[in-house]
């Protein structure tokens, strides 16, 4: 069992950063493939960055890649996304999640099996 709670969305001007935080509780937590996702008003939720139960492997969506950095604390149990040069086309809702398969890395949505609720990140242009 893995409980996922994000923090550190808000409102910030294009160009900006932001830097999410994905608390997680459960003693397995450093055995998860974990993601970050996004889902826009009317769009389907997407990949946008995903990190491997060691910390060893980094994977992004090309739309953010060299702007977004995806890194792991397995002491912390904490999931960090930076978000740097911010544009307007990031808002959404940004959701951390945990993959428990324990095999290759997935940037599918339905491949994670515990979310968080989300939290907003709204960037003006």
């Known amino acids: 069992q893995l409980r996922l709670m994000e923090s550190g969305g808000g409102l910030v001007q294009a160009g900006g950063s932001l830097r999410l935080s994905c608390a997680a509780s459960?003693?397995?937590?450093?055995?998860?493939?974990m993601g970050w996702f996004r889902q826009a008003p009317g769009k389907e939720r997407e990949f946008v960055a995903g990190?491997?139960?060691?910390?060893?492997?980094?994977y992004y969506a090309d739309s953010v890649k060299g702007r977004f950095t995806i890194s792991r604390d397995n002491v912390k149990n904490t999931v960090y996304m930076q978000m740097n040069s911010l544009a307007p086309e990031d808002t959404a809702v940004y959701y951390c999640?945990?993959?428990?398969?324990?095999?290759?890395?997935?940037?599918?949505?339905?491949?994670?099996?515990?979310w968080g609720q989300g939290t907003q990140v709204t960037v003006s242009s």
């Open positions: 990190i491997t139960w060691t910390g060893g492997r980094t």
């Open positions: 999640a945990g993959d428990s398969r324990g095999i290759y890395f997935s940037r599918l949505p339905q491949d994670y099996d515990y």
């Open positions: 459960g003693r397995t937590f450093s055995s998860y493939n």
